[in-house]
């Protein structure tokens, strides 16, 4: 089936620094892929939808100057947390869509980030 | 309004028993399409099964089976003979708008399964 990996796995930062976030489909093209949140014991939030060659499509109430998102090549979408605070330690995963078709969606393993 | 009900938080089932998890889902769309994932405690979401609207027939993948019942708005994942690793949280979800990729995620049930 279809890959998807995510970079990194884990990061821990700091109040107020900015941490990037990359989703990579390994094996296929993805013309759309997905970011989404998910709080401990949750449920997976829609975040954005991220467009190759576009700009990204925000869910309502998610801050777009604040959850950059970067879609430069049809394998390769990132999030970019800026000016991170404590409220936004959360699990985020990322998904994609076959380009030439198909109904599933294939998820990276997901990043836990921590805000100290 | 919650697009996707599963009422269920937690359930336990007994090793090799067949246990059914609960999915309720609300759209005005006549073409929409139904997803189960798992997500075992590692995080990664795991693709089960999937059901379109205008599908005749309920969707099996080996052990999973959907039962799909149209005119109740319901999407129950049936597992046959649980295994201990199929112990994980299950996430139902529904793309409205068939030509939309956007997914809409219920609460989740937590399946314990015990020897």
């Known amino acids: 089936g279809a890959v998807v990996s995510q970079h990194p796995s884990w990061v821990i930062c700091k109040s107020g620094t900015s941490v990037k976030i990359e989703c990579r489909s390994l094996?296929?093209?993805?013309?759309?892929m997905f970011w989404y949140r998910q709080f401990p014991k949750q449920s997976l939030m829609l975040m954005a939808t991220?467009?190759?060659?576009?700009?990204?499509?925000?869910e309502q109430g998610v801050e777009k100057d604040k959850f950059l998102i970067n879609h430069a090549s049809l394998t390769l979408s990132t999030l970019t947390v800026t000016s991170a605070h404590p409220e936004d330690s959360s699990f985020y995963i990322c998904?994609?869509?076959?380009?030439?078709?198909?109904?599933?969606?294939?998820f990276g393993p997901g990043t836990r980030l921590t805000v100290t | 309004a919650q697009k996707i009900t599963q009422t269920q938080p937690g359930m336990f089932v007994q090793e090799k028993e067949a246990v059914t998890l609960d999915c309720t889902y609300d759209?005005?769309?006549?073409?929409?399409?139904l997803f189960w994932y798992k997500q075992p405690s590692s995080g990664e979401m795991i693709f089960l099964i999937y059901?379109?609207?205008?599908?005749?027939q309920n969707a099996t993948e080996g052990r999973y089976s959907l039962n799909f019942q149209k005119a109740r708005k319901s999407a129950n994942l049936v597992i046959s003979a649980s295994q201990l690793g199929d112990s994980a949280m299950y996430f139902c979800?529904?793309?409205?708008?068939?030509?939309?990729?956007?997914?809409?995620f219920g609460t989740g049930t937590r399946l314990q399964v015990f020897p």
């Open positions: 998904s994609a869509r076959v380009t030439s078709g198909g109904y599933e969606q294939y």
């Open positions: 094996d296929f093209q993805a013309t759309t």
């Open positions: 991220s467009n190759e060659g576009s700009k990204a499509t925000y």
């Open positions: 759209t005005s769309d006549q073409s929409y399409g």
């Open positions: 059901q379109g609207s205008y599908d005749e």
């Open positions: 979800a529904m793309r409205e708008h068939y030509n939309t990729d956007k997914l809409i």
